[in-house]
């Protein structure tokens, strides 16, 4: 069962990082490359289904009832160890994957329940824990989950400071002998779901959307804001992580003055090594992109991912498409993007079906039906 292997695992990783035994760091090493790295995953970064892993790159008939909290859980614990040992993003990435289409899935947005499992099946739906007549562990992982976002976002290294994950949030620290504080906050004309007014000091519900001042057709970057104060002016590095959803370059500017991108691309760090002084802000700027992404095992059947965020389709029933995977514009076209006093990026309808449905982020549904993977018939 892989959550009773896992916090083994964790256990073999402090093991070698208090004696230093170079074997139990191995351990660790080869786990995760038999149950990641060989394994692969579906869209949501899972492995396993119903408590057991699924067969390595065949996974099409193990869909079932889905992973569990726990396991995507302690595997985001294990990817952040495995950051902190290497300082490579992939394992940022990982995380930033089961945080979005775990952590956020499996908890209701309106009563803050958790549901033990998540579906990838045609026709799933999340069963809700209750506030009284459950207490699953995945009650306890989901708590521990919500306490712990921000050892995730910002780490020091010797030349500075690295942000490894987008999430709203703020700083404060000692560092070289003097106060740093950094807030990061995410742009709310920009594509800002799932975290708007989301912060690591209290989850809510993730739905409301700001107005854009100027009529926007098409939501399609996430643009995030850095704010540096210092108590003496300091010379340091700020390492920003460029994920792994990034569509062609980023556009960083610190104080509005665009800087050089040179070989930036998606799943890198970019650096910003300069003088800062107090009230320095880099903007961050990162291209989204509707994409397609294969089911393992099934080459011709596809997920649907805006940017790092798997859509579900609610329908109750799998269902065929028909269109190009290379191109999913072609199959699904954004719905209801405007309202009378609001935007609701992320939301797609199927085009050209003869039974149309709608698809939203898999971390919006609460008691829909809904499907994840759909087979894809190209002319």
Request: hydrophobic content about 35%; glycine content about 10%.
């Amino acid at each position: 069962m892989p959550n009773t292997q896992i916090p083994e695992i964790l256990g073999a990783a402090r093991v070698w990082e208090v004696t230093g035994d170079e074997r139990y760091r191995k351990i660790v090493e080869a786990f995760w490359a038999i149950a990641v790295t060989n394994r692969g995953y579906v869209s949501t970064g899972a492995g396993d289904n119903g408590e057991l892993w699924m067969p390595a790159n065949e996974m099409a008939a193990r869909l079932g009832v889905g992973q569990e909290h726990c396991c995507n859980y302690n595997m985001m614990r294990l990817a952040h160890v495995l950051l902190r040992w290497t300082g490579d993003p992939i394992y940022a990435d990982y995380w930033e994957r089961r945080f979005m289409n775990g952590v956020l899935a499996h908890q209701h947005g309106d009563t803050g329940m958790v549901s033990y499992f998540l579906g990838a099946a045609a026709g799933s739906k999340k069963i809700w824990g209750s506030p009284t007549q459950h207490f699953w562990c995945c009650h306890g992982t989901l708590m521990q989950a919500n306490a712990s976002y921000e050892s995730q976002i910002f780490l020091e290294e010797e030349s500075g400071i690295t942000v490894c994950q987008w999430l709203p949030s703020e700083l404060h620290c000692n560092y070289g002998g003097s106060l740093l504080s950094i807030r990061l906050e995410q742009d709310g004309q920009h594509g800002i779901y799932p975290l708007n007014n989301w912060s690591v000091e209290g989850m809510t519900a993730i739905t409301k959307v700001n107005i854009p001042p100027i009529p926007v057709q098409r939501l399609d970057s996430f643009i995030y804001k850095i704010t540096v104060k210092v108590e003496i002016i300091s010379t340091f590095t700020l390492k920003l992580r460029l994920p792994w959803w990034l569509k062609g370059h980023p556009k960083i500017s610190v104080n509005g003055v665009e800087q050089a991108q040179g070989v930036a691309k998606a799943s890198s760090f970019f650096q910003l090594t300069r003088e800062w002084l107090s009230g320095d802000t880099i903007t961050s700027e990162f291209s989204k992109a509707l994409t397609a992404e294969p089911l393992p095992g099934e080459p011709g059947t596809y997920a649907f991912l805006d940017g790092p965020i798997v859509l579900a389709g609610l329908t109750e029933e799998e269902r065929v498409l028909s269109g190009d995977p290379f191109r999913p514009e072609t199959m699904l076209v954004l719905d209801r993007e405007r309202n009378h006093g609001w935007w609701n990026p992320g939301y797609y309808r199927t085009k050209g079906a003869d039974r149309g449905f709608r698809f939203i982020p898999l971390y919006e549904v609460k008691d829909e039906s809904y499907s994840i993977y759909f087979p894809i018939q190209t002319s």
